[in-house]
Structures are given as structure tokens and as C-alpha cells.
């Protein structure tokens, strides 16, 4: 089937979720994958404080909704999960440099299926009972990319390269483990609790093993809807904002 254009693709994600709304009129944000839950809440909390105002939440892993919003999507709200997306875009003229804001932290963690013994540490993904570990795709997921600096940090990275099974997100990653497909995968901490008891938590990576996890949200310079996507940049950063976050796991953002 040949692929069909990102915005297109979103056009029909705005009209899958904009039900009851007019999908013309609401904000359009697009938020890592492992952010979901938490911009959705927010959202809803959103539009409970602004009558009339609809908001619609595109998630995926931030390679992908960098490639679209390249394309043309027609995104109001960018909420990455690493820097580098929005410094690429911040490059090509598509959100102005130091609009950005950071909204939260996160930390890597190791998580194996329901019924088996996570690792002592992550080194320990070493051992050969681990012989398929997910891991987020490097390219599209920056999960994968701390994934592998992690790795590479306490030393075992080479030796894993033979195990390593990507996903497209670090929620792909998470259903692998939790199907059994793979003995065990590296996710965020906030992740595995949308998985309930179908997944073990294991050991955390080192600290200073990987970049810091760092979500930041920035307004596109050609949003379609500027002033309610600043409204809902404004309540993201706000103390409720964070409170919704944090009740779900997220960690403040570094000091700047």
C-alpha cells in the first residue's frame, strides 16, 4: 500500500479523536508516546477551563512526529521526549529558538514479563537467559537512544548488539514485554504502569549512564490555533500542569 502523507495521516487521527468537537477548531498536540496518558489528562482538565476550546492528542515516538510535523502536519504543540527534535526543527525555521520549555524528566528502567526475575542491575541484561531485549529504535525513539548510551556505559553494548530488538515506541517495546515476546526491554519509569501486572520492573540505569531525560513542549511558529496553543502550553507549565505529571510518575525538570 503506498503511504500516504503524514498530515493525512493526521487528519484522520483529528477526526478519530475530535468526537463531539469540531476537529477545525481544536489544538492539535503531539506528544511523545510515553507522555500519552498524562497530556490526555491534561487535556481534558484543558478544555474543562476553557469552554469551547477542543484538544486533540496525537502520540507517538518523537522521531515520528518530527517527520510529520516536516511534512506538514498541522500541529498547534510539540512535547518531545529529547531535545533533539526540537533543536532540529528549532534549525529549520519551525519553532523559534528558546521558545521551548522543559515540562518533566523521566528515568530509564529495565522490565520483564509477568513471572520472570529482572537483573540486579542493567549489566546484568548480560546473562544468556536474556537473548531478545527491546529496545526503542535509535533513529525514531529517543528511549533507544538512551537505551544505548546506557548500555555502552556500563559496558555491555557490543556484546548485546546480536540482541537488541527494535520498536517503534517505547509502548511497542513495553506490549513486546509484556507478550513474552522478548525476555526483557528498557523504558521509561513511568511506562510500565500502563501495563499493570503484566510486567516486572527491574533495576534503573546508572545514574549519569545516559543524557538527561528531559520532555520539553514548544508552539510550533506556524500553528494553526497560536493563542490556544499557548493557553495550553501556559496550563502544561503551570502547578496544575506538573501536578497531573507528577501524579503520574514524571519527575520535575533539571534545573536550567
Not at 513486546?176 to 540505569?205: F, L, N, S
Not at 528531559?214 to 511558529?221: C, S
Request: hydrophobic share 50%; glycine share 8%.
Amino acid at each position: 500500500m503506498p503511504r500516504r502523507p503524514a498530515a493525512a495521516l493526521l487528519a484522520a487521527v483529528i477526526a478519530a479523536a475530535a468526537t463531539g468537537a469540531a476537529a477545525a477548531g481544536s489544538v492539535l498536540v503531539s506528544a511523545a508516546s510515553s507522555l500519552k496518558e498524562a497530556i490526555q489528562e491534561a487535556a481534558e482538565r484543558f478544555e474543562v477551563r476553557h469552554p469551547g476550546t477542543g484538544v486533540v492528542v496525537n502520540a507517538a515516538a518523537s522521531g515520528v512526529l518530527l517527520r510529520q510535523i516536516e511534512e506538514d502536519a498541522p500541529v498547534d504543540l510539540f512535547v518531545s521526549a529529547s531535545p533533539d527534535e526540537i533543536e532540529r526543527l528549532e534549525r529549520a525555521g519551525r519553532i523559534d529558538v528558546g521558545a521551548a520549555r522543559p515540562v518533566a524528566s523521566n528515568r530509564l528502567v529495565v522490565v520483564v514479563p509477568a513471572g520472570s526475575s529482572p537483573p540486579a542491575t542493567l549489566a546484568g541484561l548480560a546473562a544468556p537467559r536474556f537473548d531478545r531485549i527491546a529496545i526503542g529504535n535509535p533513529r525514531t525513539v529517543p528511549a533507544g537512544r538512551y537505551a544505548e548510551q546506557a548500555l555502552r556505559w556500563v559496558g555491555v553494548l557490543n556484546a548485546l548488539a546480536t540482541r537488541l530488538i527494535p520498536g517503534e515506541s517505547v509502548r511497542q517495546v513495553l506490549e513486546y514485554v509484556a507478550r513474552g515476546e522478548v525476555a526483557a526491554g528498557i523504558v521509561y519509569a513511568t511506562d510500565p504502569r500502563a501495563m499493570g501486572e503484566r510486567v516486572v520492573t527491574g533495576p534503573e540505569a546508572p545514574r549519569g549512564s545516559h543524557d538527561p531525560i528531559v520532555y520539553l513542549v514548544a508552539p510550533l511558529r506556524d500553528a494553526p490555533h497560536p493563542t490556544d496553543a499557548a493557553a495550553l502550553m501556559a496550563f502544561l507549565l503551570s502547578e496544575e500542569g506538573r501536578s497531573i505529571l507528577a501524579r503520574r510518575g514524571f519527575l520535575p525538570p533539571p534545573p536550567r
